[in-house]
C-alpha cells in the first residue's frame, strides 16, 4: 500500500513541477506588462492624477444640525 501512495506521490510532484512554470508564464507576462506600462509613465502624472482623484473625492466636513 505505501508503495502505491509513494508512487501516486512522485507522478503528482512530477506533475506539478513540470506544469508549474507553464500554467505561471501567462501571469508572469501579464504583471511584467503592467509593470512596463506603470513604468512608462512618468512619476509626475501619476502624482498629478492621485492628487485630482482625491481632490474629486475628497469628504466634505459634516456640520453641525440645526
Same mark, same amino acid.
Do not use: D, E, F
Given at each position: 500500500?505505501?508503495?502505491?501512495?509513494?508512487?501516486?506521490?512522485?507522478?503528482?510532484?512530477?506533475?506539478?513541477?513540470?506544469? #508549474?512554470? /507553464? &500554467?505561471? @508564464?501567462?501571469?508572469? $507576462?501579464?504583471?511584467?506588462?503592467?509593470?512596463?506600462?506603470? !513604468? =512608462?509613465?512618468?512619476?509626475?502624472? #501619476?502624482? /498629478? &492624477?492621485? @492628487?485630482?482623484?482625491? $481632490?474629486?473625492?475628497?469628504?466634505?466636513?459634516?456640520?453641525? !444640525? =440645526?
Amino acid at each position: 500500500m505505501i508503495r502505491i501512495v509513494l508512487w501516486v506521490l512522485a507522478a503528482l510532484y512530477l506533475l506539478l513541477v513540470g506544469l #508549474w512554470p /507553464a &500554467a505561471l @508564464a501567462p501571469v508572469a $507576462l501579464t504583471l511584467t506588462g503592467g509593470a512596463t506600462l506603470i !513604468a =512608462a509613465i512618468p512619476a509626475s502624472v #501619476w502624482v /498629478a &492624477a492621485v @492628487a485630482i482623484a482625491w $481632490l474629486k473625492r475628497k469628504p466634505t466636513p459634516a456640520t453641525p !444640525a =440645526a
